[in-house]
RNA sequence: CGGGGUGUAGCGCAGUUGGUAGCGUACUACGUUCGGGACGUAGGGGUCGUGUGUUCGAGUCACAUCACCCCGACCA
């Protein structure tokens, strides 16, 4: 099996390309850099959007839509901001094309340069800040809690399907409060919200931290992530949430009347998850036959294949599949049922199996005749016949364990890959080595970190919230440190 | 933006000393198959990335150009 796949243990990145494509999630556009997500991808976005919405309005926030576009001034007043996105900006300076003197093709107009440019939004904090000035007037208008479902552009020079495309998709939260410590919750609880949905959602494990200085988002005071262990021993950042004190405030000139009548600038926070979730699912899970789907987010989460000779027995057994598709749909459950006949049962299996569809049934003749279906799981790549009439409730027990397998798995590999770390040649043998999370003592300091990063290519993820703290020695610098942060090679 | 590589059927590739383009797969039709990626027969599909040049003749040689991929620097 597997022939058509590049082995994982082979070429990694080849194997993650190579599936992405074949199993049909997504491909490159004729736009150099932009991925056009296919419709199974899209599928998945669909469910890791519709769970986030969920999880968002629940926590009240309330969703709107702001421009693709930002003129260029918005972005020059909040000063660190645009040095971190300066460039990787795609700009507009035209708005209106005519055809070449010459009479071949078409060309920009030269008179129909605009009177200011326009910035293809990397992010939108600039321009909805300058819009909630407008709105935020008094205490009473706050807090104000806005999620937006976007697209964004940034131009990278080095693009990977669903890693990193010039433009991709996300949701950003922006919010604003009356108080520091109301928006530095606000930015702890959706970190939490996200890494909950990471666990129960993705069956991925990960670990909750704060960003260092030279890692943290462009504007913000302080960046929380959480981060991911994928196969090969490399984090991946799942997404990060901001807290942006008054900087935006301050730069856009938001201020609102507090109780006591006084005026005072509002504090912050944004927040993100993209496309590349999809990247992290896949490279968490994800083996040498192709896509393990966590049963919650797989867009099919039961197929069913019949077997059969003849027309009369694929009329049978189909009645029976149908039969027990409506019976699973009822219990919740999106079913395909595959009854093409240009393709032999084997064909399927492996297709699915490529997929990542987490439950497959077959009904062949001998289980038309036992009244049983044989059960196959996607995570483990086993196979048991059972009763027919059991099959919802043994469906339904099967995805839960099947979502607890797939994250234990996770959850133990990363216990495997993960090193606490003493001496700088321990430290430099793991990362270039084996690759993992390395716990290990750091400084503190921009400086160290940057050596490391240049010596190593490891990088800080986070100063995780769970480590304790412990008296020790920086790894590279030897100088006194409180606690052990998170380092490791990244995406 | 540096270093390397590739452009020939939807996809993966071959194409010798220059002689008018082929294989696998996919596709279409029909038949036989169907409990782990079936087989047979017939068929359709190409400005050989683009341009210019050399030549009686260019997929093949020369020059130019464009695009894409991989590895680095930058990033979610």
């Known amino acids: 099996m597997a022939k058509f796949l590049t082995n994982r243990e082979e070429n990694y990145s080849q194997w993650y390309n190579d599936l992405v494509i074949k199993a049909d999630m997504a491909e490159n556009s004729a736009v150099r850099g932009c991925m056009v997500i296919k419709p199974y991808g899209y599928a998945i976005w669909e469910k890791i959007q519709a769970e986030l919405d969920r999880r968002f309005k629940a926590t009240g926030h309330v969703n709107a839509y702001f421009p693709l576009f930002i ?26 094309l005519k ?12 008179d129909a340069k605009l009177e200011e440019e326009l910035i293809v939004r990397p992010t939108s904090e600039t321009i909805i800040w300058n819009t909630y000035k407008d709105w935020i007037h008094s205490y009473r208008d706050l807090p104000l809690l806005i999620n937006q479902w976007a697209n964004v552009v940034r131009w990278e020079m080095r693009t990977r399907l669903f890693l990193r495309t010039t433009e991709f998709l996300w949701q950003e939260g922006h919010t604003a409060h009356a108080t520091r410590e109301e928006a530095q919750q606000e930015a702890l609880m959706i970190l939490d919200l996200y890494a909950d949905f990471a666990e129960n959602y993705m069956a991925l494990p990960v670990i909750k931290g704060v960003k260092t200085e030279s890692e943290k988002f462009a504007g913000a005071i302080d960046t929380y992530t959480f981060e991911a262990l994928m196969q090969d021993g490399k984090a991946l950042q799942g997404g990060t949430s901001h807290f942006l004190g008054q900087n935006f405030a301050k730069a856009f000139d938001v201020q609102f009347a507090n109780q006591e009548g006084k005026l005072d600038y509002v504090w912050a926070t944004s ?39 003849g027309n009369e027995q694929l009329g049978s057994i189909s009645e029976i599949a149908n039969d027990l598709r409506s019976k699973l749909e009822k219990a919740g459950f999106s079913v395909k049922y595959d009854d093409r006949d240009t393709q032999k049962p084997g064909f399927k299996f492996a297709d699915y199996e490529l997929k990542g569809v987490p439950v497959r049934l077959a009904i062949g003749p001998r289980d038309a005749e036992n009244g049983t279906v044989e059960v196959a799981r996607r995570d483990t790549l086993t196979k048991e016949t059972i009763n027919r009439d059991n099959v919802v409730t043994h469906v ?58 240049n010596l190593t290519k490891a990088t800080v993820r986070a100063i995780p919230f769970n480590a304790p703290a412990e008296e020790g020695k920086c790894v590279l610098s030897g100088k006194p440190s409180h606690r052990r942060v998170l380092f490791a090679r990244a995406y």
Not at 274 to 301: S, W
Request: hydrophobic share 40%; proline share 5%.
């Open 71 to 96: 003129p260029k001034s918005f972005f020059s007043r909040e000063a660190s901001h645009v040095e971190g996105f300066a460039k990787e900006c795609a700009v507009v300076t035209h708005y209106r």
């Open 99 to 110: 055809h070449a003197p010459d009479g071949k093709g078409i060309i920009v107009d030269p």
């Open 271 to 309: 927040w993100g998850v993209t496309t590349r979730l999809i990247g992290a699912l896949i490279m968490a899970h994800a083996d040498n036959n192709g896509l393990v789907l966590p049963p919650r987010l797989a867009p099919i989460q039961v197929v069913i294949i019949p077997i059969y000779k």
């Open 396 to 453: 339904t027990a099967l995805m839960e364990e099947i979502h607890q397998n797939i994250y234990r798995k996770a959850a133990d590999f990363r216990a495997e890959n993960t090193y606490s770390v003493d001496t700088w040649d321990e430290f430099r043998d793991i990362i270039e080595n084996k690759g993992g999370f390395v716990m290990a003592h750091w400084d503190g300091s921009t400086e160290t970190e940057e050596q490391i990063k």
